[in-house]
């Protein structure tokens, strides 16, 4: 930015407070020889000014008669964007307890902003749990969607069947509520219980309801595997909806699970370019980890298995008259999962169990595998990390520029506390698949842009001050898959609206995140 527009602008600045431009102060001043601004740009040396939430100017050296409340040097570090998580399930954390909305899992990976309401869940009422979240405040930015199981369990409950006329009339109202208050769009898990009852038209004419207010549409896809469509129809089926419902689409946590469809990257990555070439706004996001969390419900119970309530769905895995044909079926989701070695416990509040494989626990309990985790579900299920995926697909979807990096942090799983350093750990520093620009902007910029985050992403006047300030050395996850819940190290200072989350590799405990409402409050011609 010219020495001029600064100057201009430090006046305006000092005239607002009531001072001369020889004697303004401003909240903060960052110095640093490797600023990245964002969309892949190459790093600059210069200067960060902080001013009510916002960047003020970015130039090589300090205006003169220009003073700082706060000084950052940091002249070794990485300073970047604050990154952006587009898949978590953070929102379960937050409640009235001030240590637990920190969100310090989320801030001390440098990540100044969650999407929660994933997969399809979340609180229907999106205007209310923003209001909530202003009120008790949060340590990160917030973004929310509306979930279609959500609304659909408030209308129909967990039914396996089509809503009648006045069921979807309820849901479009639902959904049209919540995105005047804000919510980015819609988001299914089709692959889960009630989403996975709904068929691809309902999913659309809700979808419509998004679109008609510049919403997105993400998707749980209904099979990232070989359970019932496949995963290649999966991700035709997300290309569909955009493609009648005429909005973006995302795919979360793209991935190919289970030996049966490994090595289908190749097919997927090709049809969605082509989607795009033809006009069709198709996105993803993805965690780096070979691992996936489910539990051993989510992970090998049939999906019909799980219609109704709880107590219902365990009544039928006890019914012995069942269990011979729910058994071949649970036998047959471990092979495609890569068999009971694959499944690690790792649920903190299964002390009992943590730390061992299926295998190991079937036995030690002198069962077979799928008698074992029969045990286990009836015994109140367990988290497990799910080793699924292979490192020629994690490495072809990582690579592409339409994918950018996500959590989906969940209990049990070291993701959500690791994801970022682990990617930038691994496949920066270690492998080098990427370069630091491409891990920012995947991990950042990319993400603003893909869900309109206006004045998020970069580093440009103007912006939210979100800034991530870290070593290049000791940036690292400390969690793994059997202590999952370690704080990551290396992120030494960090703003999130002008306020330090983070100051000096400490937590400062302060409560700085906003709710994020996309103002889209007014329909759009379809």
Not at 300 to 318: F, N, T
Not at 326 to 348: F, I, W
Not at 467 to 483: E, H, L, T
Request: charged share 20%; hydrophobic share 40%.
């Amino acid at each position: 930015m010219p020495i001029t527009k600064i100057t201009a602008l430090v006046a305006t600045i000092a005239t607002l407070m009531g001072c001369t431009p020889q004697n303004t102060s401003i909240d903060m001043i960052i110095t640093g020889n490797t600023i990245y601004q964002g969309s892949n740009k190459a790093p600059i040396k210069g200067v960060i000014g902080v001013d009510a939430g916002k960047i003020i100017f970015i130039d090589e050296n300090i205006p003169a008669n220009l003073q700082a409340n706060t000084v950052i040097n940091a002249y070794d570090m990485v300073i970047a964007p604050g990154f952006i998580d587009p898949h978590t399930h953070a929102c379960n954390d937050f409640t009235d307890n001030a240590i637990p909305n920190l969100n310090a899992n989320y801030t001390t990976q440098g990540v100044s902003t969650v999407f929660c309401n994933v997969d399809g869940g979340g609180n229907v009422n999106v205007e209310e749990t923003f209001n909530q979240y202003e009120q008790q405040g949060i340590g990160t930015n917030v973004a929310l969607y509306i979930g279609h199981g959500s609304i659909r369990k408030a209308v129909m409950g967990r039914v396996n069947r089509a809503p009648s006329s006045d069921e979807l009339t309820q849901m479009k109202s639902l959904i049209e509520k919540a995105m005047k208050a804000g919510a980015l769009g819609l988001s299914t898990g089709l692959y889960y219980v009630p989403g996975n009852y709904a068929t691809t038209a309902e999913v659309v004419e809700l979808t419509k309801v998004a679109a008609q207010y510049n919403g997105v549409y993400d998707s749980h896809i209904r099979d990232e595997s070989s359970y019932s469509i496949g995963l290649f129809a999966a991700i035709e089926e997300v290309i569909t909806i955009g493609e009648k419902a005429k909005l973006p689409v995302h795919v979360a946590h793209i991935k190919s699970l289970g030996v049966d469809v490994w090595g289908e990257s190749k097919q997927v990555i090709e049809l969605i370019k082509k989607a795009r070439d033809r006009g069709i706004d198709v996105t993803a996001d993805q965690y780096p980890w070979r691992a996936s969390g489910t539990s051993v419900a989510g992970s090998l119970m049939p999906r019909e298995i799980l219609a109704g309530d709880k107590s219902e769905y365990l009544a039928r895995v006890k019914d012995d008259a069942q269990w011979p044909e729910l058994k071949a079926a649970m036998q047959e989701n471990l092979r495609r999962r890569g068999g009971a070695d694959s499944l690690l416990v790792s649920d903190p509040t299964r002390t009992d169990l943590r730390g061992k494989t299926l295998a190991e626990i079937a036995t030690l309990w002198k069962l077979s595998p799928i008698d074992a985790a029969r045990k286990i579900i009836i015994s109140g299920n367990a988290r497990v990390a799910s080793f699924n995926m292979s490192e020629p697909d994690i490495k072809a979807y990582m690579l592409q520029p339409w994918v950018m990096t996500s959590s989906d942090g969940s209990p049990g799983h070291p993701r959500k506390y690791a994801t970022f350093p682990k990617k930038y750990a691994e496949f920066v520093k270690q492998k080098q698949w990427l370069t630091i620009g491409d891990f920012i902007d995947k991990s950042s910029s990319l993400t603003a842009k893909t869900f309109g985050l206006k004045d998020r992403g970069e580093l440009k006047v103007g912006y939210a001050a979100d800034i991530v300030i870290f070593d290049k050395n000791k940036f690292m996850p400390k969690a793994d898959y059997i202590n999952p819940e370690e704080l990551s190290e290396g992120v030494q200072w960090m703003v999130i609206n002008g306020e330090l989350a983070i100051s000096q590799g400490k937590l400062t405990n302060n409560l700085a995140g906003q709710a994020i409402r996309q103002n889209q409050v007014t329909k759009v011609n379809q």
